[in-house]
């Protein structure tokens, strides 16, 4: 395998497989598990936000420990969670061991993200951005075959084939991890590490906190997932309760959001490099916003499918771009941090939008709630767009 593909290639198969076993725990499994425990609709976000929550305080302590001791060793400690996390769903029978659990699963893609960007971002300087987006595509791919598979293995309010077959994922992603022949920064022990570049990393990180390009890029990309939150947790119900969808149904629909995302993210990513990050962010995000704000006015399932494709292509478009724009601002010797704190403020994003959009569907409706997020986000975009061109 070492001789057969180069570290980007297994770096990319690792990411592939490790979201495709993320992405199946929870679309469209995780909503319809839950309302299954007797959870009502109002606080069905609390809980299948758990593990995103967990990326908010995770993400830059790991992209912090990769520029010490290297990406690899780092990206391993996520793959073992990934190959263990599924197969503790199937011991669930309340709600708040569903909270634990979803904590525990949400350490690795925490841990994941972050660090595999970076390493990304350190073995390329000319093309970054299409380099980000293959790598970002090829754990589309992941999420894009998720769904629909995910989906054929629900039977009523059985879940355990999902989760079986979630581990399976994970442990594959595992052996790939494995497999990377990434560099060790250093093998002294963590502790006396962090004792000697103490200083070092603080100012790696104050850099980075104070840096208003770094953290605004950071701020766009919550506000999209924050939309793709309230989208990936209350469409399905929405769809399933009020329309009568099945599951596998669902998932198609969330697999063509993906699909689109995965095809379109290297070339999102090389007109970024060409024409620019912030034009390319601008445009998604309010794409984003449109399509969101009208996603449940009509109840056709072709028209629904067009939209939340038109949506996944919005969501690549500002991704491509925001991952590279963070990584040009850093510094190369902080740059794990840097992409630590772009994942943490895109997952306080990603686990309040479930929360918030519970609570505007409890107030009001889920169209409503839809609109209101869908024109917040072009809003956004708005504002990002003028702000970043006075810079």
Excluded at 29 to 41: D, E, H, K, Q
Excluded at 258 to 285: E, F
Excluded at 308 to 332: E, Y
Aim: glycine share 10%.
């Amino acid at each position: 395998m070492k001789k057969r593909f180069s570290p980007f290639l297994l770096l990319c198969i690792t990411g592939g497989l490790a979201i495709f076993s993320s992405t199946m725990s929870k679309n469209p499994a995780l909503p319809l598990f839950i309302r299954s425990l007797g959870v009502p609709v109002s606080t069905v976000g609390f809980i299948a936000a758990a593990s995103t929550v967990v990326g908010i305080v995770v993400s830059l302590p790991a992209g912090i420990l990769s520029d010490i001791i290297g990406r690899r060793r780092v990206i391993l400690m996520a793959a073992i969670v990934f190959a263990t996390a599924p197969f503790l769903y199937l011991l669930i029978t309340a709600p708040w061991q569903l909270v634990l659990v979803r904590i525990y699963h949400g350490l690795a893609t925490a841990i994941l993200g972050p660090v595999a960007m970076a390493a990304v971002a350190d073995t390329f300087e000319k093309g970054r951005g299409e380099k980000m987006g293959w790598y970002s595509s090829a754990t589309m791919v992941g999420r894009f075959l998720a769904p629909f598979v995910g989906g054929l293995l629900i039977f009523g309010e059985d879940f355990r084939w999902v989760y079986l077959a979630d581990g399976f994922a994970g442990a594959l992603a595992l052996a790939a991890a494995i497999r990377l022949p990434m560099t060790t920064a250093t093998t002294a022990p963590i502790r006396d590490v962090f004792r000697q570049q103490r200083g070092k990393y603080s100012q790696e990180i104050a850099f980075v906190l104070r840096h208003p390009g770094i953290l605004a890029t950071s701020g766009i990309e919550a506000a999209q997932y924050f939309a793709f939150g309230c989208l990936e947790t209350f469409l399905p119900i929405y769809l399933n309760e009020k329309l009568g969808y099945p599951a596998w149904k669902i998932g198609l629909l969330f697999t063509a959001q993906i699909l689109t995302a995965a095809l379109t993210k290297p070339v999102m990513g090389r007109l970024s490099d060409r024409y620019g990050r912030v034009p390319m962010i601008v445009i998604g995000l309010a794409l984003g916003g449109v399509t969101t704000a009208t996603m449940l006015i009509l109840t056709n399932y072709v028209v629904i499918m067009a939209l939340i494709a038109i949506f996944g292509l919005g969501l690549a478009t500002v991704t491509a771009s925001t991952s590279a724009l963070v990584a040009d601002l850093s510094r190369a010797q902080g740059r794990g941090g840097a992409m630590g704190i772009l994942s943490s403020i895109m997952d306080i994003g990603h686990s309040s939008g479930p929360m918030v959009s519970g609570a505007l569907i409890g107030v009001y409706s889920y169209r409503t709630a839809f609109g209101i997020v869908g024109v917040s986000l072009v809003i956004i975009s708005l504002i990002f767009g003028s702000a970043m061109r006075r810079r």
